[in-house]
């Protein structure tokens, strides 16, 4: 299962791309919203940190067909390539997504919030479809089953798309996904950190090494005398 940062902080996107198995970075107008810089600035910067290789997932704006079609080219224009175009999975988005693949741009229907809005952008060419998890929780429906039944039909109709489940409040919507074979997830850096942290793992960490060390006096192997 891919990996991916839901975030425009600079500095996390930095720790965790060296640290952790990334995969790339989402974001959406929010997101963006929350940096307070010129979008195109904190794009360029993400990019730049998270080199060529890995994915950035950048949504198109504009509320109308040709709006969509020219933030979308912008955004190849200032990214390159590995980069993926988000549109509202709407009617007007799904006509932008049938034109754009015709012109081998990818995209990711996001904003999707029941299981037949992600048959349609998958129907209409998006490459991803993006279910949000927590906030189809926050709705009073399940959203882990509105994922799965998306990857049920995506996987039934044979379309050429992959899920990218997003919107997290905790690991155990994450890990009931990867459990599920979902191919993408996007979560908060928070998110992220919290896989691997609490106090059992770090005082086990740490009595490993304080052992070895009243053994040998030193802590690490190539240290031993
Ligand atoms: C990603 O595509 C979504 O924009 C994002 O995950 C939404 O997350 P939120 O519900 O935490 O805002």
């Known amino acids: ?24 970075v989402t974001t959406n107008p929010s997101i963006l919203a929350k940096t307070k810089r010129d979008p195109r600035e904190t794009l360029k910067q993400i990019r730049s940190v998270i080199g060529e290789e890995r994915t950035i997932f950048v949504q198109a704006v504009a509320a109308d067909y040709e709006g969509m079609i020219n933030d979308a080219h912008m955004i190849m224009d200032l990214l390159g390539k590995n980069t993926v175009v988000k549109i509202p999975s709407v009617p007007v988005g799904f006509k932008a997504i049938a034109a754009l693949k015709k012109e081998g741009i990818p995209t990711c229907g996001t904003a999707v919030y029941t299981a037949m809005q992600g048959y349609l952008a998958a129907k209409a060419g998006a490459s991803y479809v993006a279910p949000y998890v927590n906030r189809i929780e926050n709705m009073g429906y399940d959203g882990i089953q509105v994922v799965r039944e998306i990857q049920d039909i995506l996987d039934a109709c ?17 890990k009931e996904l990867a459990a599920y074979g979902i191919d993408n997830v996007t979560c908060s850096a928070d998110i992220i950190k919290g896989f691997a942290k609490n106090a059992a793992i770090d005082g086990a960490v740490e009595d490993f090494i304080s052992d070895f060390q009243a053994l040998t006096g030193v802590t690490s192997m190539t240290d031993l005398k």
């Open 1 to 24: 299962m891919k990996l991916f940062i839901d975030d425009a902080d600079i500095d996390a996107i930095r720790y965790l791309t060296e640290y952790y198995p990334i995969d790339g």
């Open 158 to 174: 044979g379309y050429d798309c992959q899920v990218l489940a997003a919107s997290f409040k905790n690991s155990r919507q994450v």
